[in-house]
Structure formats: structure tokens, C-alpha cells
Nanobody
């Protein structure tokens, strides 16, 4: 069982930055690939980014490439999403997710574990 708690969301002006954190419980954190998803009002949840269990492999949605960076610290059981050059269209509820398979994170909306989400609002 893995429990995920996101933090770091907030209100920021366009062009600004935020760093989201996701703290995971459990001793097996380092065996899971971790991902970030987001859901804007009236839209479906979408993939944002993922990082492999070792941190050696990452993936991003085209809409955030070059602006967002995902990383993890297995010693702290935490995954991060650094978001730069934020745009109003980045406004959404951001969720952390975990699965043993990075392929599941990057190609399906069905990761095994989810956090409760943290709100990111970007004003124009």
C-alpha cells in the first residue's frame, strides 16, 4: 500500500514558477514509477509527467516539455514537479500517482495509487 500526499500548489501569475511535492508512505517507494496528472474544470484528467523508479528515465506531455521538470528523491520518499513559465492553461488540480509500471503511468489513466490533488491556478 502506498499513500501519496501532494503539496506546493497555489496561485501564481503567468510566467511564474511553482514546485509541487508528493510525499509517499511505505518502504517500497523506490520500486514505483511516479507520475503527475492534472485535471482542469470540465476536462478529462491528463498525463503531465512521469519518472522511473531510479529517476533515470522521465517522460513529459508535449504541452509541458521544456517548462516542467520531474525528479525524485528516494531517500526522502518524495517526487517533485518543478513548473516554470506557467501559463493560464496550466490551471488545474494536479495529482500525484504511483505504479510499478512506468508504461501504465505514461499511456493509461489507471495508475494503482493516487493522491488527493493540489490546486494550481495561473492568472493572466
Amino acid at each position: 500500500q502506498v499513500q501519496l500526499v501532494e503539496s506546493g500548489g497555489g496561485l501564481v501569475q503567468a510566467g511564474g514558477s511553482l514546485r509541487l511535492s508528493c510525499a509517499a508512505s511505505g518502504r517500497t517507494f523506490s520500486t514505483y514509477a511516479m507520475g503527475w496528472f492534472r485535471q482542469a474544470p470540465g476536462k478529462e484528467r491528463e498525463f503531465v509527467s512521469a519518472v522511473s523508479w531510479s529517476g533515470g528515465s522521465t517522460d513529459y506531455a508535449d504541452s509541458v516539455k521544456g517548462r516542467f521538470t520531474v525528479s525524485r528523491d528516494n531517500a526522502k520518499n518524495t517526487v517533485y514537479l518543478q513548473m516554470n513559465s506557467l501559463k493560464p492553461e496550466d490551471t488545474a488540480l494536479y495529482y500525484c500517482a504511483a505504479d510499478v509500471s512506468m508504461l501504465v503511468l505514461t499511456t493509461t489513466p489507471l495508475p494503482r495509487y493516487w493522491g488527493q490533488g493540489t490546486q494550481v491556478t495561473v492568472s493572466s
